[in-house]
């Protein structure tokens, strides 16, 4: 079994700054790429931010110059730091990694289960 958790969701003014935090754990043998993903209400799931397993990373046009993204490897961890944030980014953000477990040797998708990131006006 794979786990994914995110955490560092919550209420900010516009123009403010959060970073997410999203933690894997569990039967991992190796992590592939790394990235979130958010749902506004009403929305489909889109993607926000993406990291290579080489630390290259990939961004949506809409968070482009506002957003950053990271990997620690050695605490299976994928960040996102989100500054000048705007009403638009209120969604919930999801983390997904790509990993391959102990008990296989072909990759698979795990997701977290959100965290809630609301940007007032």
């Known amino acids: 079994q794979v786990q994914v958790v995110e955490s560092g969701g919550g209420l900010v003014q516009a123009g403010g700054s959060l970073s997410l935090s999203c933690v894997a754990s569990?039967?991992?043998?190796?992590?592939?790429?790394m990235g979130w993903y958010r749902q506004a209400p009403g929305k489909q799931r889109e993607l926000v931010a993406h990291v290579t397993s080489g630390g290259s990373p990939n961004y949506a046009d809409s968070v482009k110059g506002r957003f950053t993204i990271s990997r620690d490897n050695a605490k299976n961890t994928v960040y996102l730091q989100m500054n000048s944030l705007k009403p638009e980014d209120t969604a919930v953000y999801y983390c997904?990694?790509?990993?391959?477990?102990?008990?296989?040797?072909?990759?698979?998708?795990?997701w977290g289960k959100g965290t809630l990131v609301t940007v007032s006006s």
């Open positions: 997904k990694i790509l990993a391959t477990p102990r008990t296989t040797d072909y990759g698979m998708d795990y």
């Open positions: 569990g039967n991992i043998y190796l992590i592939h790429a």
